[in-house]
């Protein structure tokens, strides 16, 4: 049963995801970006992460992708426009990929899970509940690692404000 | 054939629980139509609807059967399958959220750690449907109250959830079960009193949430002819509407769990567990009612502004304060 899960998970996470780069229409695009979203939250809750599938949707689903949306309305769309399917140097880029598949295999042939680290074994998770643990580690452990995600986070904030911010008169 | 028949069972009470679940919620959603219009009409000085029924009982049936009646008319330049669409991703998005409320201590159809995660989750996801339906119009006026709508959401959204903050920290949990527990465990009962910055700030981010008035403006009739529904006819245009009242009456549900005790109440009624929390959920709609009657719409920019400057800030307030509370207590 969980394989069934996981199989149609998969193959609906790969197409949803061609569907959005194929797509000609910018909105379809985005639109399959969220079918794709909602099958991933669905793949974390088949892994006990209930927290990272409701974050997946809170954050990605539901701000991320609703201010792609904005975007996408406000510039000015033409379906007529009809760009070439391929640049001229699609031969470099295919090898490019190809070798990049080929990496991937690679790591995935050697691939071993990793040991369980301190407190954070699966029988943990599940009984002192996900979102519970993940808190602890995050604030106790990894607070610097927290902080600095913050700092950074703020960094940029600042930035996009500075960059779109109004020049007063005899200011440039 | 047994065997199968013991695996399938839980199953089969499951799907009819929801459906129990979901025609009582379709009952309290269509006479909370009758009640707003019978409302407002006593309060405006006028009778309301009365001539279909017993003092117009049944008129929330009768408009289904007009509605279903009518002519569905999709506009020419419309994208089709995204105009479908639109109205049943509101729709789905506002009983969805049902499904993790407890109604009483035994019965919350799925029990969820996350559930308040989960409520946030759908209602980001109900956003969709007004901003698709919006686009998919092909309409000027469907647009701009699409555009409306999404800034307003995503703004409050923020508000809503840093509101429910504070609940999370006094209770220790995202379980909406577990919270009514802390709630009736703590010294005040309920978490309104204690937590009474972030129950402000939590109503008025629900009006603008579920975009009633007086934070309308992505249907404001007056600019926009009805926003970003505006090219919908018949059932479809009952859909919308159908989610606008499901978000009302899930929202207020939400608030009767996080702060007024979902269902304990002062003393126990036998045989109706489930007594005090309905009477906290018709009391807080009629509250939403009121408050349509009472205020006008405000200007686009001042409902930003409310969104972004005042209501934000006293809800980061609220959880510093609690914090510092839990923290020294």
Redesign the interface.
Known sequence: MEKVLFGYLALAILLSALFAIFSRNVVRSVLWLLVLFLHQSVLFLTLQAEFLAAIQIIVYAGAVLVLFLFVVYLINLREEIRLPKFLGSYPLAFIAVLSMLILAVAGLVGFVPAKTVGSLSPGAILKVGHTQILGEHLFREHILAFEIAGVLLLVAVLGAVVLVRRLREGEL | MEAVLKMATPWLILILEALVLLVVALLHVAYTTYAERKIIGHMQQRLGPNRVGPRGLLQPIADVVKLVAKEDIVPSGA?KS?FYLAPFISLVAGATSLAVIPVWEKFALAN???GL??I??MS??S??GI??SG?ASNSRYA?LGG?RA??Q??SY?VAM?LSLVGVMLMAGS?NLSEIVKAQVASPFKIYAIPQIIGFFVFMVSAIAETNRTPFDLPEAESELVAGYFVEYSGIRFGLFYLAEYFGMVVMSALAVTCFLGGWAGPFEIPGIPFFWFLVKLYALIFFYIWVRATLPRYRYDQLMGLGWKILIPLALLNIVITGLIKVLV
């Open positions: 994208d995204l969820v750690n996350v995660l989960v946030l989750a980001s996801l956003s969709y901003i698709l686009w647009f555009l999404s800034a959401v995503i959204e959830a995202m």
